[in-house]
């Protein structure tokens, strides 16, 4: 089956810095990979996925690349901000199942 | 719009005890379902999905099962809880963002089985 890596485990950075979190990924079909923020006792909210067809996708201070050849995507923060604090996890799915890294614990310090 | 219920919001069980977990969509027809299962400060389990009534494929085998009895309605149940089944259970279902598929939670159960 589908195995996630993730790196680093924790991830800290100050204000207004950039962040970088990746993930590699074992399963050649996958062909889609979202990325969840989970604030502390809350649900993972997604916040950004890309799709095999693209390798790059941006939102505002958030962006996604993919490398389908090399198998890992990966997420870029730019200018944190506190509330960027939180856990990430990123995913891969080539069916109905998403699989899951087992995390990223950002802290964003002013 | 689609929103997506679980109940109830947090649960202190006793070791052996049955458990019954529930989770609802609304807006929405036969969409995928999920149970994960989050365990202090880790990462997120799949246990069970379901692309339609009666169909539920197990991920990892344990004392837990999964139903789904009607076309919007996820449960997941245990006739005796362990220890290790303590966690935060999250429900998800499949839905369409910007004209594709992609998946979302529920605000989830947290459970403490003493």
């Known amino acids: 089956g589908e195995n996630v890596e993730q790196h680093p485990s924790t991830l800290s950075v100050q204000e207004g810095d950039s962040a970088v979190i990746k993930c590699t990924y074992s399963d050649s079909a996958s062909n889609y990979f979202p990325w969840y923020k989970q604030e502390l006792g809350k649900r993972p909210q997604l916040i950004i996925d890309i799709r095999s067809n693209v390798g790059e996708k941006k939102d505002q201070r958030i962006a996604v690349t993919l490398n389908k050849t090399a198998k890992h995507f990966s997420l870029h923060i730019t200018e944190t901000q506190p509330e960027d604090s939180a856990v990430y996890f990123c995913?891969?799915?080539?069916?109905?199942?998403?699989?899951f890294g087992k995390g990223t614990s950002l802290l964003v310090t002013p | 719009s689609q929103t997506i219920h679980q109940w109830p919001a947090t649960l202190v069980q006793p070791v052996g005890s049955p458990l019954s977990l529930e989770c609802t969509v609304e807006g929405t027809s036969n969409p995928n379902l999920y149970w994960y299962r989050q365990a202090a400060g880790r990462g997120l389990q799949l246990l069970f999905y379901?692309?339609?009534?009666?169909?539920i494929s197990s991920e990892v085998p344990q004392n837990l099962s999964a139903s789904r009895p009607q076309d919007r309605q996820f449960i997941l149940s245990s006739k005796k809880l362990l220890l290790s089944d303590s966690g935060f259970y999250l429900c998800a279902w499949t839905g369409i963002a910007g004209g594709r598929e992609t998946q979302y939670f529920g605000p989830g159960t947290r459970l403490l089985v003493l």
């Open positions: 995913a891969a799915s080539s069916g109905y199942a998403l699989n």
């Open positions: 379901s692309v339609g009534i009666g169909q």
